[in-house]
């Protein structure tokens, strides 16, 4: 199902999710792609089997009169189901191309193995989902590579300062951003992480700039449009959308991309072609969701922020447009999302009651579903982090982190309303 045809630019994204990358003709004229359950497949000739496995194995590129649009090889190569699922992912971000994996923790380590050698230094925002920043933590230096943290409330200088030293400047392999972070709901300024990493050109090489796009993306927030080099995904979250599903993804240039399939290959991280026909059904409804998702937190925002028994709520439709935050917001997002960060006025016992007492919306964690969700991140998703990484990345006992789903708002707000009363 390798359409050969590219993408039509003069449609919008979400008119192309129906029909892009699927040929019906290849298919019985089926209207939606069938599910192609094979571990392997047939080739046409010997020749055509060689020629396709030299290419895809690297050995050389692929000569124009060559047609590889319907041939496959194994199932830990790419199916037909990925492909359709990767093209279509690939246009949100008008990228050369893309990658899926099994979950966003296997798009971010292949990313580290793929483009991070033993002596390298990265450079992350701080904080980052817990798995993360385990992994930068406690797996990443047994491989002699050392991850440095810029706290996010620093803001841009902070990450100049970082850079400035030069025995990190010399080293650093990637600038790795969440943004906007987990749980906190900071932003980095993606187009300066850019800006910086040119700075440390030499000899034609430079630091990739690297973003973790779970929250807003692809469709308020894209990534590569700002300079960066890979856009990376949880799709168990927004792109998945119903909470039945792990995957992760990968968008950028084609030559990058391409490093990581390989990688993806040889290490087996490939998605079942039952977790790509979900997500290319997801995709079809993203853009309705992530609005309607959008306009739900915003409500829920401007309620929690007048509450009394509320000391703060972290929504990026509630920034100051003047503060730096507000500025990075306006430059690089285009809605602010339905993730709620908010804390309320005590510690842990009151944060419990809170969340015991809910009941449209469920307590457990992950985020992007088409239902509401609320967490504890201190004692849930963050729960790894150390106590003062924790506190740095203000994830005190107080923060309840929601994601609002599709549910009437009016429904949302009652239920957080009754809830309240018992903090
Ligand atoms: C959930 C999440 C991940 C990890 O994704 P999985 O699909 O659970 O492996 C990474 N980054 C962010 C921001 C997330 O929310």
């Known amino acids: ?37 094979t571990s392997t497949f047939s080739f046409t000739s010997a020749e055509h089997g060689k020629a396709y496995a030299e290419v895809i194995n690297g050995l050389r590129t692929q000569r124009p009169d060559e047609d590889f649009s319907n041939t496959y090889i194994y199932g830990r190569d790419t199916n037909p189901n990925l492909e359709i699922f990767e ?11 893309g990658a899926a994996f099994e979950s966003g923790m296997a798009a971010i380590a292949f990313t580290f193995l793929a483009f991070l050698s033993p002596g390298d230094i990265l450079v992350h925002s701080e904080p980052t989902y817990g798995g993360t920043d385990f992994l930068l933590k406690s797996i990443l230096n047994r491989f002699q590579i050392r991850a440095v943290g810029v706290n996010m409330k620093d803001g841009r200088a902070g990450l100049e300062k970082v850079l400035a030293d030069p025995t990190v400047a010399a080293k650093v392999g990637i600038i790795y951003l969440e943004s906007p972070c987990n749980p906190s709901n900071l932003m980095a300024d993606i187009g300066h992480a ?17 973003v973790d ?48 399939k390989l990688m993806r290959a040889m290490l087996g991280a490939i998605p079942s072609p039952h977790t790509c ?28 922020a007048q509450h009394p028994k509320v000391e703060r709520v972290n929504y990026l439709g509630l920034l100051d447009p ?16 339905a993730m709620i960060s908010v ?25 992007g579903g088409n239902e509401s969700l609320a967490e504890h991140p201190a004692s849930m998703t963050h729960i790894e982090v150390d106590l003062e990484d ?7 006992d107080a923060l309840v982190r929601l994601s609002i789903g599709i549910e009437a708002p009016e429904d949302l707000i009652d239920d957080i309303g009754q809830a309240l009363l018992y903090v």
């Open 1 to 37: 199902m390798k359409a050969k045809k590219p993408a039509d630019s003069s449609l919008k994204p979400e008119s192309q999710m129906m029909r892009y990358a699927y040929d019906p003709e290849l298919a019985s004229h089926a209207v939606k792609p069938p599910m192609y359950l």
């Open 87 to 97: 093209r279509r992912l690939a246009i949100w971000e008008d990228a050369e191309a």
């Open 194 to 210: 850019v800006a910086c990493a040119k700075k440390l050109e030499k000899n034609g090489k430079r630091p990739l700039v690297v």
């Open 213 to 260: 796009n779970t929250f807003l993306g692809p469709v308020f927030q894209q990534p590569l449009r700002h300079g960066a080099d890979l856009s990376l995904y949880s799709a168990t979250k927004y792109i998945g959308g119903h909470s039945d599903i792990l995957a992760g993804a990968a968008l950028g240039r084609s030559e990058l991309i391409g490093k990581l």
């Open 277 to 304: 026909w979900l997500l290319t059904r997801s995709l079809e409804t993203l853009k309705l969701r992530m609005n309607a998702q959008v306009e739900g937190a915003k409500r829920v925002a401007a309620y929690l």
């Open 322 to 337: 003047h503060s730096e935050q507000g500025q990075i917001y306006a430059k690089q997002c285009s809605a602010p999302g």
């Open 343 to 367: 804390y309320l006025k005590g510690g842990e016992a009151e944060s419990f009651r809170f969340l015991n007492h809910l009941k449209l919306i469920t307590m457990a964690v992950s985020l």
């Open 390 to 396: 924790r506190l740095e990345g203000d994830i005190t």
